[in-house]
């Protein structure tokens, strides 16, 4: 859907996967304000570069919204261009806010969609918003997530693991309590592919940037720093069985926070039960 045309799905059907894409950004780069009565808005500011995916936004959107331009003073130029969608319509703004997009200050409180939703589609969306894909100073790729909400860095790590088989433990930095999450190198790579596919919904210049990575070969003699393991059927049932993150993890021999992440998915219809594989 590079053009974005109206699709005949519910709006903000997050099975739909422009839906939990743009949603997954809402979260991260939107604000959800509440007026007098049945008064607000919500409201995206970007750089005016990246306009495109606001237009994208309005045509994905069946209620009236804006794209406006201005230019303004910033602490880190004397002329800025940005651009704004803004939504007005009170039953947008209440399915938003059902899904959970919260009014006013968000970031510690977001968390994944409940029920069913398009991960990998959500998760681009947060990234394009608040996160970077590109290379390091040594000229290695990676793709990261800064994020207030454990939450959402609990959810990236377990999809991480799920199609790579990496392993995270996320921890807040000293300095401002906020996660880091980062993937470097075939790592990566293999997580770049998975969420931006061809012709996907995304900001145009960091899909450009992701497609490059696959280009990185790692050199000679450089080891590998990480070993891939999947979950089994019967690893599945046995988390199930125990029905608890620190008692599984220890036969397992997996982290409390892997089997957490994979409970609940199988909870919340994330991954097939062992039942219905």
Not at 63 to 82: D, L, W
Not at 119 to 129: E, M, N, V
Not at 264 to 276: E, K
């Amino acid at each position: 859907m590079a053009d974005c045309e109206p699709i005949a799905h519910a709006f903000m059907d997050l099975t739909v996967p422009e839906y939990a894409y743009m949603f997954g950004f809402l979260q991260a780069d939107g604000h959800l304000q509440q007026g007098i009565g049945q008064k607000g808005k919500l409201s995206v500011e970007l750089s005016a570069r990246d306009i495109e995916i606001l237009r994208k936004f309005q045509k994905l959107t069946p209620y009236y919204s804006s794209v406006t331009e201005r230019i303004r003073a910033t602490n880190f130029a004397e002329s800025h261009r940005s651009a704004t969608w803004s939504l007005f319509s009170l039953e947008a703004r209440t399915r938003l806010n059902d899904l959970g997009l919260p009014y006013g200050r968000k970031s510690k409180t977001i968390s994944p969609p409940r029920g069913e939703f398009a991960g990998r589609d959500y998760l681009r969306g947060l990234i394009d918003a608040d996160g970077s894909v590109g290379y390091t100073s040594k000229g290695f790729p990676f793709i990261s997530l800064t994020t207030a909400s454990t939450a959402i860095g609990t959810y990236l790590c377990g999809y991480a693991r799920e199609v790579t088989g990496a392993e995270r433990i996320i921890k807040r930095n000293a300095r401002d309590s906020i996660y880091n999450v980062l993937y470097t190198k075939e790592i990566a790579q293999r997580l770049a592919a998975d969420m931006y596919y061809p012709h996907c919904l995304s900001l145009e210049r960091k899909r450009t940037v992701a497609d490059s990575l696959a280009h990185w070969v790692r050199p000679t003699g450089m080891r590998v720093a990480y070993t891939k393991r999947r979950w089994s059927e019967h690893e599945d049932r046995i988390l199930m069985d125990h029905n608890n993150p620190t008692s599984a993890a220890e036969e397992l021999g997996r982290t409390i926070q892997s089997c957490s992440l994979r409970l609940w998915r199988l909870r919340t219809g994330q991954v097939a039960t062992p039942n219905d594989q």
